[in-house]
Each structure stands twice: as structure tokens, then as C-alpha cells.
């Protein structure tokens, strides 16, 4: 599969945020699209992208940063290998 088309980034960035946001109850989410500086790496090969997910949610207050982070790659699972290859994450309690 060829990489995907920054149209395609930007689809599935929005389809990120929207996961969060309905999941989560994320009251801030970012998300930038990385894909561009991992071009020639296998799973930017493949078509899946690299994002960058900054998230806000009351879900988070008390859990340990693995438990929140846990909670990120649960509201995005069906996108991850075949969207999503990497996801660097950074959460806080809103």
C-alpha cells in the first residue's frame, strides 16, 4: 500500500478527535499529523500514519499516566495498524 495522501492524514486526524472527544468526554484534543517526518519508514509504507495527540478529559483525573494513555489507545483501537501506526500520547485531567 503506498502512503497516504495529506488528505487522508487530515480525514484521519479529524476522525481522531472525533473519537476522543465522543469516548472521552475530551473537553481539549490536538492533534498534529507527523506522518511526514517518518516518509520512508515501514509503516509509513504501509499507509498508516504518525500522529501526535495532546487530550484533556475528566476520564483522566486519578488514573496513572499509563492507565490514561490506556484509555487513548482504546477510543482510537479500530484505527490503530490500519490508520494509525504510531501514536505518541500526552494526557491531562480537565
Excluded at 32 to 50: I, L, M, N, P, T
Aim: without cysteine.
Amino acid at each position: 500500500m503506498p502512503e497516504a495522501t495529506p488528505s487522508i492524514q487530515a480525514e484521519r486526524a479529524r476522525r481522531i478527535e472525533t473519537l476522543l472527544r465522543e469516548r472521552l468526554g475530551a473537553t481539549d484534543v490536538q492533534v498534529v499529523d507527523e506522518s511526514a517526518k517518518h516518509r520512508g519508514h515501514a509503516g509509513a509504507q504501509g499507509g498508516a500514519g504518525h500522529f501526535r495527540v495532546t487530550v484533556v478529559s475528566p476520564r483522566f483525573a486519578g488514573l496513572s499516566l499509563v492507565a490514561a494513555q490506556r484509555l487513548v489507545y482504546e477510543a482510537v483501537a479500530e484505527m490503530m495498524g490500519g490508520d494509525i501506526h504510531a501514536l505518541a500520547i500526552t494526557t491531562r485531567a480537565a
